[in-house]
C-alpha cells in the first residue's frame, strides 16, 4: 500500500542547532511528496513540496529533497529558531479520478529551546 | 481569500448525540477534503467532493458519518450517535487543480 514513515519524536533541540527529520515513503507510482506545518492551535501548513525525482523543495531555511533511490524526503533546516517549534508532518499525494488525496506520517513534534 | 474556515473550533457532547460540523473553502475551490486527525497521529482521509458530488469515501466513514456539499460551496459533516472514539480534530481542506490543498484549523471533537 501507500505510506509514510518518518522519525518519531519528540525531537528537542537549542537555538541554531542543525535539524533532520527522517521521512521515507512507500507508493505506487511517483507521488508528490511535502511537508506540513502545524503551529499550536493552528491548522497545517504547507512547508514545501517536490514532485519529481532529484527535486528540491525549499521555505523558510527548511529544505527537502525527492530521493527516489532511496525512497526518502527527509527535511533539513541549517540553524532552527525558537519560533520553528511545530509538529512536521511528510505526506505524499495519491492522484486518482481527480481526487488530490494527502497520506501522512505521524508526525514529528520538534521543541526548540532557546 | 480568507482561507479555509471551520466551525465550531470546539465541540463537547455526550456519548449517543448527533453534532454536525461545517466547514467554508476558499471560495473558487472546486475540490474539499475532510480528514480525522487523532492524538499522536498524522491526519486521515475521511472523504472528498469535487463541487457537489461525493467522489470518495474512505472505510473510516462508518455508516454514522454523512458529508454534504449541497451546492457546492460550503460542506457539513455529521456524526450521528457519537461514541467515544470518535473523538477527534476534524480537518477541511479546499484545492483547485494543481494548487495545493489548504487545511482550515479544524474542529476538536471531544465526546464525553
Known amino acids: 500500500g501507500n505510506s509514510v514513515t518518518q522519525m518519531e519524536g519528540p525531537v528537542t533541540l537549542s537555538e541554531e542547532a542543525f535539524l533532520t527529520i527522517n521521512c521515507t515513503y512507500t507508493?505506487?507510482?511517483?507521488?508528490?511528496l511535502f511537508w506540513y506545518v502545524q503551529y499550536p492551535g493552528e491548522g497545517l501548513q504547507l512547508l514545501l513540496k517536490a514532485t519529481k525525482a532529484d527535486d528540491k523543495g525549499s521555505n523558510k531555511g527548511f529544505e527537502a529533497t525527492y530521493r527516489k533511490e532511496t525512497t526518502s524526503f527527509h527535511l533539513e533546516k541549517g540553524s532552527v529558531q525558537v519560533s520553528d517549534s511545530a509538529v512536521y508532518f511528510c505526506a505524499l499525494i495519491l492522484t486518482q479520478g481527480g481526487s488530490e488525496k494527502l497520506v501522512f506520517g505521524k508526525g514529528t513534534k520538534l521543541t526548540v529551546n532557546p | 481569500d480568507t482561507g479555509v474556515s471551520q466551525n465550531p473550533r470546539h465541540k463537547i457532547t455526550k456519548r449517543g448525540q448527533n453534532v454536525t460540523f461545517r466547514c467554508d473553502p476558499i471560495?473558487?475551490?472546486?475540490?474539499l477534503y475532510w480528514y480525522r486527525q487523532t492524538l499522536g497521529q498524522g491526519p486521515e482521509f475521511l472523504t472528498y467532493?469535487?463541487?457537489?458530488?461525493?467522489?470518495?469515501k474512505s472505510r473510516l466513514l462508518s455508516d454514522r458519518f454523512s458529508a454534504e456539499r449541497p451546492k457546492g460551496s460550503f460542506s457539513t459533516l455529521e456524526i450521528q450517535r457519537t461514541e467515544q472514539g470518535d473523538s477527534a480534530m476534524y480537518l477541511c481542506?479546499?484545492?483547485?487543480?494543481?494548487?495545493?490543498?489548504?487545511f482550515g484549523a479544524g474542529t476538536r471533537l471531544s465526546v464525553l
Open positions: 507508493a505506487t507510482g511517483y507521488p508528490s
Open positions: 481542506a479546499s484545492s483547485l487543480s494543481g494548487t495545493g490543498t489548504y
Open positions: 471560495s473558487e475551490h472546486n475540490r
Open positions: 467532493f469535487q463541487n457537489e458530488a461525493q467522489l470518495e
